[in-house]
């Protein structure tokens, strides 16, 4: 009895992407160039005897350059959140898939591996036949020396990533004496194992089944997004030494296109979700076109609208509002940054004694406020109440914080019980730098007479 055998998952094929150069490779190596250079060089820059950029998240501060944020800065990161989002969208509706094909570190990660991987193993068909190849020494060794490799890098990434969460310099010397903490050591291996996992193994699968960003995309797009397409109406029908003399198309079916593709598709079936917008293809392609005398552009970045021969509208609704939207944000979040004072304080009231008699007939109320200073240098501030008749501070007026920190004040304040009546009363706190009165705030609380 023939019993059919039905696979519920389709069993992975290596895929060994073609090396290719051109405009699109030449600016996807740029951008792992920035990339890199910023992640890797960014947490070694001093900054008024400090890491330039840290995220002491132990201290719940975090530094970036001249910037001191702490957890009540709560609202930027959100900020920067809707900021990355709304650039997402704004890119996607224009453009595509570019971050994804230029900037995400998947892509970025990926293409320094292989590029490791060819070094060592050499071209496509080359790595093609030393994987059909069985166990010898050579391979053995060539094996070897790229996970050897992938798998330094993969730690030197996971250390700089700690790097930023752990001053990098301590963090370098606790790892060559062997005694970092459990929570370094997990963080260094799970990001380099992730690292080295993601880029070295899984590559393509990581966009395709990972990356929710694939699935949503074509909600983004529309007939005037430009996209990486094929042009049907030149290239085909295709066929090998194809030209226009024997009525053919463009395309001599070289498979160059997929032979480049990182994710293995063949753009001409169509845009895919496969597709990460890298444009490798077209690099590939022009070469071809030039090989054989044809015009490049055979692949090229276009519109369903080009396509169909209408004009593209790049000014239109979709794109103006994100625009809009997005400006206004990054305007305004740049004008908070300019305009923020680097004090903030925090007024409690003392629950312990709401209200209470003292000599001379006078109500005391007790308030503990919290001072912190944002700046990297100490500084000395003056206290003030207001709103109360007759009301006033019957504490140290002048409270001293250090840099980038803060200080838990008790202030007492008290007033006269026959002017200022019965009941509750709205007073503000003014604390003012002694040096410098435009680092001032104001926050308001209130007076309690029984």
């Not at 699109?24 to 890199?36: D, G, M, P, S």
């Not at 206290?383 to 009301?391: E, I, Q, R, T, W």
């Not at 200022?420 to 009363?425: M, R, S």
Request: proline share 3%.
């Amino acid at each position: 009895m023939k019993v059919d055998v039905v696979e519920l998952y389709e069993i992975r094929k290596a895929i060994h992407p073609r090396d290719v150069h051109g405009w699109f490779a030449a600016w996807r190596w740029l951008l792992v160039w920035a990339t890199q250079l910023v992640f890797y060089g960014a947490a070694w820059l001093p900054w008024n005897g400090r890491q330039a950029v840290l995220f002491d998240i132990a201290h719940r501060k975090f530094y970036i350059f001249g910037l001191v944020f702490w957890p009540q800065d709560i609202i930027y990161l959100t900020v920067l959140l809707i900021i990355a989002a709304l650039s997402l969208f704004l890119f996607t509706a224009v453009a595509g898939r570019l971050w994804c094909g230029y900037a995400c570190p998947q892509t970025v990660y990926t293409e320094i591996f292989m590029w490791i991987e060819r070094r060592i193993e050499g071209d496509r068909n080359a790595r093609i036949k030393l994987d059909a190849s069985g166990l010898s020494l050579k391979k053995f060794i060539l094996k070897a020396e790229k996970h050897g490799i992938w798998a330094a890098l993969a730690l030197w990434t996971g250390f700089t990533f700690v790097g930023y969460f752990t001053p990098i310099r301590e963090l370098g010397a606790e790892v060559l004496a062997l005694r970092t903490g459990p929570w370094e050591t997990f963080w260094i291996l799970f990001y380099g194992f992730a690292t080295y996992g993601n880029a070295g193994w899984m590559r393509e699968q990581v966009c395709l089944h990972m990356c929710p960003y694939a699935r949503f995309q074509s909600a983004m797009f529309d007939k005037d997004t430009m996209i990486i397409t094929y042009d049907g109406a030149r290239g085909e029908p295709r066929g090998k030494g194809a030209g226009r003399s024997d009525q053919r198309g463009d395309c001599v079916d070289c498979s160059i296109c997929v032979q480049v593709c990182p994710t293995g598709i063949d753009i001409r079936d169509g845009l895919q979700y496969q597709c990460i917008g890298c444009a490798a293809c077209i690099d590939g392609c022009d070469q071809v076109m030039q090989k054989v005398g044809r015009p490049k552009g055979l692949i090229r970045y276009s519109t369903e609208r080009a396509l169909e021969g209408k004009a593209t509208r790049i000014l239109r609704p979709r794109v103006l509002i994100y625009a809009a939207i997005l400006a206004g944000i990054v305007l305004a979040a740049g004008a908070g940054l300019w305009l923020r004072v680097p004090l903030k304080v925090d007024v409690i009231r003392d629950r312990a004694a709401i209200s209470r008699e003292v000599e001379g007939g006078l109500v005391e109320n007790v308030y503990r406020l919290q001072v912190m200073n944002t700046t990297e240098r100490a500084r000395s501030y003056e206290v003030a109440v207001a709103g109360l008749p007759a009301g006033a501070l019957a504490s140290e007026p002048r409270v001293h914080v250090g840099a980038t920190d803060s200080r838990m004040v008790p202030v007492r304040v008290r007033a006269d019980r026959a002017l200022a009546g019965q009941g509750t009363h709205d007073i503000v706190f003014s604390i003012r730098a002694v040096d410098d009165e435009n680092v001032a705030v104001q926050e308001k609380s209130v007076f309690i007479v029984r």
